[in-house]
């Protein structure tokens, strides 16, 4: 009978934990920061081990964070193109651990400092004289209400370091919400364990994320409306079947004029030629003889 309670339960709250969240921030994992560090506005689908994010203005570009497969998706739906990778490429965890302790090393190194003056230097970088890392909640004492849901907020530091402000509100908060953002970032293990230990649901986020690979930047986030308890198609996590593949550094192809002749991209810097875009000298031969077989 408990197991059937437990089994009643589990089933209930993977709907419960299903959101559709609009709000502004400036940007997404995988893109990184918005092109002008903006607030821009977002559309957020969260599901358990999924979450997709996605402009509601512009060439509503996507992300799409699949906990489940492991993977990270963009999704281009203007050009029906779409970029993954491994979620596990993208973490540099090792790496960042690996400078904190040379910077440690080479700080306790300096002869020239006092012990006293050390500690400062240490303290100014996140780092402490013995190595350890120690993660810290502090709870602000203060209530707001965001998309009418009452939050707290709370802080969140590592070696005396503030690296996320959240406001919480009491909802259910599905694992991917912050396993995106862990996936993609290099947050210690100790404050990957303060994140996963709050109890709620951040309507208002600012999270220190330093992932390396042009992603190092303080994401903003606050939600303007939250939907709940929402049945949230499969699909939405994946890429529509007529999408192509592009490599991750590939570039997007521009907005480039097209050739009149071919239908091929013009090359920046070119002009009209004789009335006409045109790629390339056999498509300018092609303009002229399409122009002198007109008696143009
Ligand atoms: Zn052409």
Redesign the pocket.
Known sequence: MRTLLTLLVCASSLVAQSYIIDQTANGSPGTGRTEAGEMQPQRVWIAPRMLKIAETEGDGVASIVRLDIGKLYLQFPKHKLFKVRDLADLTNKQERAALREDLRQKILAMAALSEGDQDVLLAENGLRRDGTTVAELKRLGRRRDIATHPTEGVEIYENGIKLATLWIADLPRPDSLFGAYTAISSFSDEVEAELRAIEGFPLEMELRLDSGERMSFTLKAEASGVSGGVDIPLTEFEIPADYSQIGWDTPLPSDAQV?D????EVPAGERQFRGAW???G??KLKHIKAMAGSGE
């Open positions: 050739c002749i071919c239908g091929n045109v790629c390339s056999p498509c």
